[in-house]
């Protein structure tokens, strides 16, 4: 509940900002925008709030004296990272625990990612791609404007991101379905909010049968192994409802009119533009790539643009992955659970992606998979799928070597075995069931 109840203190602050300061001049909502979003953060971690207010003017001094350069950005980057992980290093408990590194890995990012809109502001047009030109800053922003975009009580705490772009249509008023008028979001906010706290309602009847504290127990390794591993899987969806709550109440974005995404293919306004989760994607994809894409879509989003893509230059995709779930592995924290399971996606999507391209092309498998048997099939692939979302979850739940190592040897590494066994069978079953005309054309393309 403490995430939910954190990432509610800004509705006020919106309803506030829609009856008071939407018409108002920017230099005005950037500062209640700064001070609502800096009382905020003095609320709920006190002092601590010298570690984002630092690294927020180091920042822009950073952008100021070193202008658009590759020196900002790596500057920008090695800073807040060095920062963040500095904080993690200093306050690291074996619990998880809220403190001021909770908003400034949040912030940390923002940060960043601010850096290289303003490079690729002063880069040729023809030289970035559409998402690059749609967040690149033709203007040098004001120390004020940084602050605002910084704290704005809307992504502050808890997410999600968005561009300083995206901040500055806000203050302009241009992020609403009524042009000159506050957005008639109240209603999409608030259904926003209900979902959220609905989500909350499970986590908190639920939570408390699934404890992560039970793996650690003899009881949970007196159990039978198939016990073990459905445990797995209903704590693996239970524990996701606690950020899933927090998340799907970005209510405050699309109440203040930052979540609007202007007209839908069918005609009606848009209010997704922050939208963090997709909650029935999330509940009924039977793909992990499918969970992955579903949740945490911003971070996501943030990494793919700034990391995954800009190194381009190593002209290997491979390289480009391996990289980017490092970097949200570090991102997270310095514990060795987090590598252990950000390692476990690689593994999972790559051996996933293979297993679709066997489906596609084998005319037998396709033909299975669009029989009446697909209900069954579904059933199954569901059960494989949360059973080893939460394989991976264990460690990055656990946090220390100590812990889930405990827990992994206790059901035989079952998802390594799982996953390496596929990845070294599903060569041989293409053989088996593909065509030799399909292969062939695979290997050309």
């Given at each position: ?40 953060a003095a609320f709920n971690f006190g002092t601590q709030l010298y570690h984002s207010a630092l690294c927020v003017l180091v920042q822009f001094l950073m952008m100021r004296l070193m202008g658009r350069t590759i020196t900002t950005v790596l500057s920008s980057f090695i800073f807040q990272m060095a920062y963040l992980l500095s904080g993690y290093y200093y306050t690291a408990t074996e619990e998880y625990d809220i403190k001021w590194t909770m908003p400034q890995c949040v912030l940390a990012l923002k940060l960043i990612g601010l850096s290289f809109d303003y ?327």
């Open positions: 509940g403490h995430h939910f109840a954190v990432s509610t203190k800004g509705y006020p602050c919106a309803l506030l900002y829609r009856q008071f300061f939407f018409h108002q001049p920017p230099t005005v909502i950037h500062l209640y925008h700064a001070i609502s979003g800096l009382s905020l490079y690729d502001g002063g880069q040729e047009p023809s030289k970035l791609n559409e998402e690059q030109k749609r967040s690149a800053l033709a203007n040098v922003p004001s120390l004020l404007e940084v602050i605002g975009f910084s704290y704005f009580y809307g992504g502050f705490l808890v997410g999600p991101q968005f561009t300083l772009r995206s901040y500055q249509r806000l203050v302009k008023g241009e992020l609403t379905d009524c042009p000159g008028q506050p957005p008639n979001s109240v209603i999409p906010a608030m259904k926003r909010f209900s979902l959220g706290l609905l989500c909350l309602v499970i986590y908190a009847i639920f939570s408390p049968h699934y404890p992560d504290s039970y793996y650690l127990t003899d009881e949970y390794d007196a159990q039978p192994f198939w016990y073990r591993c459905v445990f797995i899987l209903l704590w693996a969806k239970v524990i996701l409802y606690k950020y899933v709550s927090c998340w799907v109440i970005e209510g405050v974005c699309i109440l203040s009119g930052l979540g609007y995404n202007g007209l839908g293919q069918n005609g009606e306004h848009q209010w997704d533009a922050c939208a963090n989760m997709k909650v029935w994607t999330f509940e009924t994809t039977p793909l992990f790539t499918g969970t992955i894409a579903s949740f945490n879509i911003n971070t996501n989003a943030w990494v793919a643009r700034h990391v995954f893509k800009r190194l381009k230059f190593l002209g290997n995709k491979l390289l480009s992955q391996v990289t980017a779930l490092a970097f949200l592995a570090i991102w997270h924290g310095t514990h060795s659970g987090y590598l252990l399971c950000f390692s476990m996606e690689f593994i999972i999507v790559n051996v996933e992606r293979q297993a679709q391209a066997l489906v596609r092309d084998s005319p037998l498998l396709t033909r299975l998979a669009n029989s009446p048997l697909y209900p069954l099939i579904y059933l199954v692939q569901q059960f494989i799928h949360w059973l080893f979302m939460g394989y991976p979850l264990v460690p990055f739940c656990l946090f220390t070597y100590d812990k889930w190592l405990r827990v992994y040897s206790s059901i035989y590494f079952c998802g390594h075995i799982f996953f390496f066994t596929l990845y070294l069978v599903i060569p041989y079953l293409r053989k088996v069931l593909v065509p030799r005309k399909e292969r062939s054309e695979k290997k050309e393309d």
